[in-house]
């Protein structure tokens, strides 16, 4: 998670709760695949609810998203580690192509940026990279001991599309057949369903290289991912 200790919190009325405006960055990896969400500093919340469409573009215009591939690699001053980007979206610089870091046990310095460590492999079943391809769309799941993130992309859709490319990340709680998300940052902003605790998703069936979850009791609606690493 980027550290920053330069942060105001606002009230958001709407919905009854508060709203920092830090500038925020959530970084997931995986041995070979990541996702990085970064928000820019006061993405003040909607006046009223629910949002205008200017104030949903304003929000979406501040933010940005790039998921792919990546190589670890150690040099004399620390780390580099080298992104192959897949998809970025919103209107945020993208994730440059290489970035080195050094590391000293739970805090990376990534240039001139602070990061701390949230969590480590851990030994879920469900640990590692994750990909879902339905019709038009792609989804990319990372899962870490404690945090997960995850991209959406439509495929029909055009660079400049706002619901192109949408993603959230934050906290995970597994169980024995199902596990839950709190995100901390998203693409939607506050007040949408990824801005609060999802709902618990049930899995249905896992295996070494699959697994299947979704939402009704049944079973019905469970999807299929296939294994990335």
Not at 14 to 43: C, D, K, P, Q, V
Not at 133 to 153: F, K
Not at 169 to 179: P, T
Not at 211 to 229: I, M, Y
Request: charged share 25%.
């Amino acid at each position: 998670m980027y550290d920053d200790s330069d942060d105001e919190i606002v009230p958001y009325p709407a919905l009854y709760t508060t709203m920092s405006l830090r500038r925020s960055g959530f970084s997931a990896y995986t041995e070979a695949h990541f996702i990085e969400l970064r928000a820019a500093a006061n993405r003040r919340p909607a006046v009223g609810w629910p949002p205008t469409d200017d104030e949903r573009q304003a929000w979406h215009d501040t933010i940005s998203v790039s998921t792919g591939t990546c190589a670890w690699r150690q040099s004399p001053g620390g780390w580099r580690v080298e992104h192959r980007p897949d998809d970025t979206g919103g209107g945020m610089h993208p994730l440059p192509t290489v970035r080195p870091a050094t590391l000293e046990g739970d805090i990376a310095t990534v240039g001139g940026e602070r990061w701390r460590r949230l969590s480590g492999g851990g030994s879920s079943p469900l640990a590692g990279a994750w990909r879902q391809d339905q019709s038009g769309e792609r989804w990319t799941y990372l899962v870490t001991a404690g945090h997960y993130a995850v991209v959406r992309s439509a495929l029909d859709r055009g660079p400049s599309d706002k619901d192109r490319v949408g993603a959230n990340a934050g906290a995970r709680v597994e169980a024995g057949r199902s596990f839950d998300h709190w995100p901390f940052i998203t693409t939607n902003g506050v007040g949408s369903m990824d801005g609060r605790k999802h709902e618990t998703f049930r899995v249905t069936h896992v295996e070494s290289e699959s697994f299947s979850a979704g939402f009704a009791s049944d079973g019905s609606d469970a999807v299929p991912w296939r294994r990335l690493e």
